[in-house]
Nanobody, 121 residues
């Protein structure tokens, strides 16, 4: 069983910073890509940032220059450093992993339970 567990969410004032973490555990052959998504109330889930196994990253236009995605392969952990936070960044943030299963080598799409980020004064 693969598990993704997020942490680091909370309440922060506009202009503040937070760092989200996502630890991946369980059995898998490899991780192809790790992503952060978010979903605000009444809105669809959207991709915030992603990083491949080779280290290439991508960002939503709305967070470019403010958010940084990184991964520590030794710790099986994904991070999202969020700076200059705005009220519109308020959402539940989800960790997502695209990975290859052991034995079957099937492509797996796994999600964490989400962590709430609230930006408000």
């Amino acid at each position: 069983q693969v598990q993704l567990v997020e942490s680091g969410g909370g309440l922060v004032q506009p202009g503040g910073s937070l760092r989200l973490s996502c630890t991946v555990s369980g059995s898998y052959f490899s991780i192809n890509e790790l992503n952060w998504y978010r979903q605000a109330p009444g809105k669809e889930r959207e991709l915030v940032a992603g990083i491949t196994s080779g280290g290439s990253s991508k960002y939503a236009d709305s967070v470019k220059g403010r958010f940084t995605i990184s991964r520590d392969n030794a710790k099986n952990t994904l991070y999202l450093q969020m700076n200059s936070l705005k009220p519109e960044d308020t959402a539940v943030y989800y960790c997502n992993a695209l990975m290859i299963a052991t034995t079957t080598y099937a492509l797996l799409d796994r999600w964490g339970q989400g962590t709430q980020v609230t930006v408000s004064s």
